[in-house]
């Protein structure tokens, strides 16, 4: 379960002054969500359900006059809310609009809603947003649409390769308009060359709309008209970035380019100034009041936002009572407020090396919801009671007052207890016997989490420090101790407390789904795995325990990096559901996200799902519906993805940066990858994977064989096989491409 980025990331908040026009050229407004501004809840006789159900009445498409007769519709205002509610389950994908301008249930038609991937080879998949296989997408039905955008597509048969082919119907929502790139010339014709390789198609620039811009430069450009069968997009140069790539601008270009709103509207900002800056004590008499209790929290060396804190103590029967206490962030943002459209709107934090792009203001994400040591601040406690097996027995939520007794590092913590650090354990001092206690209740907890065989893919984290031109000057992997894992098994329990307690009240929410493997993935990883001589159970009879099995059989062996990166790979994603589907990776039956309010708005609606239920509040009284949270599943999964895009993004150019410094060095690696074109190779030391070119391997004709993945020369008879340990030497590592170049050492 990932929580804040690692130490060498600081939860500095992107503001205006950080990026700052003067400097590095104008960055584009925030991009609004379709959803933003607009109520979650129709009034009841024109609610998405009411008209997918009177929809579903009739045998064909239906005109809007008609739905708005037979709902009684007569009003202009409601009237206009009936247009905005039909539009929103349009672009949903939920109803068509027909030709002659009628409406029908794309489920009653043989059409599936979901979004284009694309690949920079020019074909591209759409991906079902009922979770079926992607579907094959041909170069001519690309050019009318780009990454990203979501369309209804229809399959019309199978191509040479038996993979499902679609035709586009529909497009639901263009992606958004803007995007990163490099202003091109070519015969006289100006174009944007997008960053993002996904973007395969220029952007037309006329003559008007370069504006400033000169050829070479990185600009931000926005798509005026988009792609048709017969010519690619138009847009605009919206703002300049800088003359040529380099590390200072990575940033800026991942939050143009993945469109990420990081300028605070001044109605928010208003919002925010209003919120007092210290809690009232008096006020909150009514709260369980914890501050003599010696919570603490633990988390890296730079976080800022402080979203948890914990305090376990030993039971009569062996076991612990553990309190998880959590910002009550939902107390300061009221349903539909300017400061809850916005944090709707980005849906979660994204955080970069040094820089983070928050969900909410500083004010609130670094002061009054976060749990700063020795100050009086509000939560919402998951009061658990763990018996010796590890198994929550019972819990119960409450709101509270709290203090957090310490700000703890990961490292203080591991130095202390898994360490033995005498100095570190004296200045622990009082606080040491509680974190005992919570060292004891996690060896309960990772008992149970093995007994139930929840999959461990304890990967490393590679972490950079940038000087202050913003350049890259070094790199490090880091890896996970029992500090960090004692604190993920205590959010875990929490997670899934919230998820039972919100299901058996039957309250509309969102749960963290994480679907059993793909079949096909799970099929590729079956082969792979038999070049190891490793097995796994056939797909219908796989269990978690089964990869968690695999994972501590094949920790020493020296291809146990790899093994673990292709592993984790074959799984699905997760995604956030208003349907309970249960946690494959982590082998439970219910999961939601409850412990990061500060940074994930899924996380704020289990707070105030939690508390309509603390209130007397039943399902059917509660401001949120099923159709609602269909709707922000979809968006908060989107955001969410589009958040790790743009981190790997930064992180990628970074990479390359700090290679940039050692081409020419020889490095140690293991092959993770072999094709037809040469090796892929992980450097043991950074995890960065580069290419060895088939033309950099020594001189022999090669024949590739995919089912072995192997590597063979004709002449000389050397093998490439994947889990290969070899030295090899950095050719080139290019920032732009995000691609690092290698060729085999000759010692290798």
């Not at 407004?29 to 933003?36: C, F, G, I, S």
């Not at 300061?332 to 792009?357: E, N």
């Not at 957090?404 to 606080?431: C, F, K, M, P």
């Amino acid at each position: 379960m990932p929580r804040k980025r690692c130490d060498g990331r600081s939860n500095r908040p992107a503001t205006h002054s950080s990026l700052s026009p003067t400097t590095r050229g104008s960055t584009p407004p925030d991009t609004a969500h379709p959803l933003q501004g607009q109520s979650l809840t129709a009034t009841p006789d024109i609610a998405p359900k009411a008209l997918l159900s009177l929809l579903d009445q009739h045998q064909g498409p239906v005109p809007e006059a008609v739905l708005a007769r037979e709902l009684g519709v007569l009003r202009g205002g409601q009237r206009k809310q009936l247009a905005d509610t039909l539009r929103q389950l349009e672009r949903q994908g939920a109803i068509l609009r027909t030709r002659v301008g009628e409406f029908a249930r794309v489920d009653r038609t043989d059409l599936l809603a979901g979004v284009v991937l694309a690949n920079a080879e020019g074909y591209g998949f759409f991906r079902p947003d009922s979770g079926e296989d992607d579907i094959y997408l041909s170069p001519a039905e690309m050019r009318k649409v780009l990454h990203g955008d979501r369309i209804l597509a229809s399959v019309i048969g199978l191509d040479h390769r038996g993979r499902k082919r679609g035709a586009i119907v529909e497009i639901l929502e263009r992606r958004p308009p803007r995007l990163v790139g490099k202003v091109v010339e070519d015969g006289g014709i100006t174009v944007v060359v997008p960053d993002d390789p996904r973007l395969h198609q220029d952007v037309l620039i006329p003559g008007p709309a370069l504006g400033k811009a000169r050829v070479g430069q990185i600009v931000v450009a926005e798509i005026t008209e988009p792609p048709t069968t017969n010519r690619g997009p138009v847009g605009r140069v919206v703002s300049i970035l800088g003359d040529h790539l380099q590390p200072s601008l990575a940033v800026e270009m991942a939050i143009a380019g993945h469109n990420l709103p990081h300028a605070w509207p001044a109605k928010v900002l208003h919002e925010a100034a209003a919120i007092p800056d210290e809690v009232d004590v008096l006020a909150e008499s009514e709260r369980q009041d914890l501050r003599a209790l010696p919570l603490v929290t633990i988390d890296g060396e730079d976080a800022r936002d402080f979203d948890d804190a914990v305090y376990a103590k030993p039971s009569r029967n062996g076991g612990y009572r553990l309190l998880v206490a959590v910002a009550d962030v939902a107390h300061y943002l009221p349903m539909g407020s300017a400061l809850d459209q916005q944090a709707r709107q980005r849906a979660t934090s994204v955080y970069f090396p040094g820089f983070v792009v928050p969900m909410l203001p500083e004010t609130l994400s670094n002061g009054i919801c976060s749990l700063k040591p020795e100050t009086p601040r509000l939560a919402m406690v998951c009061d658990m009671h763990v018996d010796a097996a590890g198994v929550v027995q019972r819990s119960r939520f409450y709101p509270a007052l709290i203090r957090s007794h310490a700000r703890l590092t990961y490292q203080q913590v591991w130095a202390a207890l898994g360490q033995n650090d005498v100095a570190e354990r004296q200045r622990l001092g009082a606080l040491l016997p509680a974190l005992e206690h919570l060292q004891g209740l996690y060896r309960l907890l990772v008992q149970a989490r093995q007994h139930r065989g929840a999959i461990d893919f304890d990967t490393t984290e590679t972490c950079f420090r940038l000087d202050a031109a913003g350049d890259v000057e070094w790199l490090q992997t880091t890896e996970r101790n029992d500090a960090h894992r004692m604190i993920e098994e205590c959010m875990i329990a929490a997670n899934v407390q919230a998820a039972k307690f919100l299901s058996r009240h039957k309250m509309p929410t969102l749960y963290r789904v994480h679907p059993t493997p793909p079949v096909e993935k799970y099929t590729d990883l079956l082969k792979f795995l038999r070049e190891f001589k490793l097995r796994l159970p056939p797909y219908e009879d796989v269990r978690p325990l089964d990869f968690a099995r695999l994972l501590k059989r094949v920790e020493t062996r020296p291809e146990a990096p790899l093994l673990r990166s292709v592993l984790l790979r074959s799984q699905s994603l997760a995604v956030y559901h208003p349907d309970n589907g249960g946690h494959f990776g982590l082998a439970l039956d219910a999961y939601a996200h409850f412990t990061s309010p500060i940074r994930r708005y899924p996380d704020l609606l289990v707070h105030r799902a939690i508390r309509h239920i603390l209130n007397g509040g039943k399902p059917g009284g509660y401001a949120y519906t099923s159709a609602d949270m269909e709707s922000l599943a979809l968006h908060c999964s989107m955001r969410g993805r589009i958040a790790e895009e743009a981190e790997r993004e930064v992180d990628e150019r970074y990479r390359c940066a700090w290679l940039q410094k050692h081409v020419g060095e020889v490095f140690a690696g293991v092959v993770s990858g072999v094709t037809s074109f040469g090796l892929f190779v992980e450097l043991l030391e950074s995890r960065i994977s580069g290419l060895v070119h088939v033309s950099q391997l020594p001189n022999d004709y090669y024949h590739f064989d995919p089912l072995r993945h192997l590597l063979t020369g004709q002449r000389r008879g050397r093998n490439f096989r994947l889990g290969d340990p070899v030295h090899v030497q950095v050719l080139r590592a290019s920032m732009e491409d995000r691609k690092v170049d290698l060729r085999l050492a000759k010692e290798a």
